[in-house]
């Protein structure tokens, strides 16, 4: 199995223009994550996904993120316009969750995507 | 507030020798806690998930426990190695009938030869 693969696996870009980042999940799975992490902050969630659906997405910072799952095998978040603030490594993970999605199960990381603004 | 602290927040040792991380917590309801290693650059890896009910679990030389009592854990590394380096990051779940995980900001771990 592949993993989770994410892209860009860097990015660097200029304030206010628009930022896409890449997932595809491990098949099978049917819960995906996006994490951020910083070192001051850690890991936060920012929001995640059961069978494609948005369960949970209080970790979003403001309406400048979005994120999208139009099918079982690719996400995507978006920060539009982007800010020096959002410089980070964000993360996709996915898990075989159980009970709707309410019970995680053990997380499988990708590599993640290292974000620059300047 | 659900909390996860680790301790220390950096650690040098030589290889060979064993370590013991610290995480405490104050996640509740507490449903269970995990162990990840995160290497320079990488994606966090799970070494361990832990129960309630189970007080200590290993994956090769590393050893997770538990003490629910006290809302502690510990990992302890046996006989490092050189790829041991990297961050230890403690993940403990509280369960509001969806699971919430709480993540702490890792242990630092440097295997000098």
């Known amino acids: 199995d592949a993993g989770v693969i994410q892209s860009p696996r860097h990015e660097v870009t200029e304030m206010g223009q628009e930022v896409t980042l890449r997932c595809k999940p491990i098949?099978?799975?049917?819960?995906l994550f996006w994490y951020r992490q910083t070192m001051m902050r850690g890991l936060e969630l920012l929001i995640y996904f059961n069978n494609n659906v948005p369960i949970d997405d209080s970790g979003m910072p403001e309406d400048r993120f979005s994120a999208k799952m139009p099918n079982a095998s690719f996400s995507t978040l978006k920060i539009q316009p982007s800010e020096p603030r959002d410089s980070a490594v964000y993360f996709c993970?996915?898990?075989?969750?159980?009970?709707?999605?309410?019970?995680?199960?053990?997380?499988?990381f990708g590599e993640g995507s290292r974000l620059t603004v300047l | 507030k659900n909390q996860v602290e680790q301790s220390p927040q950096s650690l040098i040792i030589l290889e060979g020798k064993n370590c013991t991380l610290q995480?405490?917590?104050?996640?509740?309801?507490?449903?269970?806690l995990r162990w990840y290693k995160q290497d320079t650059g990488r994606g966090p890896v799970s070494l361990t998930i832990?129960?309630?009910?189970?007080n200590t679990k290993s994956n090769g030389r590393y050893t997770a426990t538990l003490d629910a009592d006290t809302k502690q854990s510990s990992l302890h590394i046996t006989a490092s190695q050189l790829s041991d380096s990297a961050s230890y990051i403690c993940v403990v779940s509280a369960d509001f009938g969806n699971e919430k995980l709480t993540f702490g900001t890792g242990t630092r771990l440097t295997i000098i030869p």
């Open positions: 993970a996915s898990s075989l969750g159980e009970r709707g999605g309410y019970y995680t199960g053990e997380l499988f």
């Open positions: 098949s099978g799975h049917n819960s």
């Open positions: 832990m129960t309630f009910s189970e």
């Open positions: 995480c405490n917590y104050t996640v509740s309801p507490f449903s269970n």
